[in-house]
């Protein structure tokens, strides 16, 4: 079997890949890296999702704050693979394994690098998407492409399903790819040209100040950082309205500060911009 150093803390992505992984019956997981745990809703510490589910499966799961050593109790694999980890890792790590260390990229590099690719090709109404695995530099999304697999994007497609079908094709990507690598029939090709930069997101990205294009925006966009907009109150009070669903191209479920969420139909009348 291929032993294989895991590294992920994306939500529950990073785990669906990880899961895929250890059923393929083709890699031994001999570690797991993720990011500490963190303050969740109301200052809870919570750990990630990958965290848990090694701990559920008995997997030896190492929670860093940073990566300037390696635990001496990890033992040298023959790869480590990054499906969702979201930072740097350092030389120490990328010359660790046997072989090398990849990184699973949802698009088609090197168009859309950067930490949002699934929203940003909504946002930007492409066709198609992808996943590109790469031999790790101490860059983010620079690295030789040792693979690359594209996808249609659907008209239903939301970021999560999105990310879900990308991050499922990871594992698909990784499994067949990894015996290549040591039969030596895969030559990574250097990264030529750029593309759109996926930059972060912020709040503002989400601010709408009517409601035309909000199915590509609610697809992009929710849960985080979310489609909103300031509605006035009868008593003149300035709130803040996020939309949770649209029906029709208009808001279905919507979400006035201080309230629980409630049809859009309903309360519209209460409501001005």
Known sequence: MISLVFFGSFQNY?????????????????????????????GVITKTDTHLFCEANNIPVYPLDNLDTIPDSISKPDFIFVAGYGKLIPDIWLNFPKYMAINA?????????????????????ETYTGVTLIKMTPQFDKGDILAQSKIKILDTDTS?????????????????TAPQ??????????????????????KDDGYVTDFNNLNKLTRALNPWPGVWTHVIDKNNRKLILKIISIKNNIPEVVLIEGKTPTKWQEIKNYYSF
Not at 32 to 42: L, R, S
């Open 14 to 42: 990073s785990t669906q890949t990880l899961q895929k992984l250890l059923n393929s019956k083709l890699f031994t997981i001999t570690a797991v890296v993720t990011t500490p745990p963190k303050p969740g809703n109301h």
């Open 105 to 125: 990229h949802p698009s088609l590099l090197p168009n859309y690098a950067g930490r949002f690719p699934v929203q940003w090709v909504i946002l930007k109404d």
């Open 160 to 176: 999560s399903t999105l990310y879900q079908r990308l991050y499922d094709l990871t594992a698909d990507m990784f499994i067949d």
């Open 181 to 202: 690598i040591i039969a030596h029939k895969i030559k990574p090709i250097p990264q030529t040209g750029t593309g759109f930069y996926a930059r972060q997101l912020t």
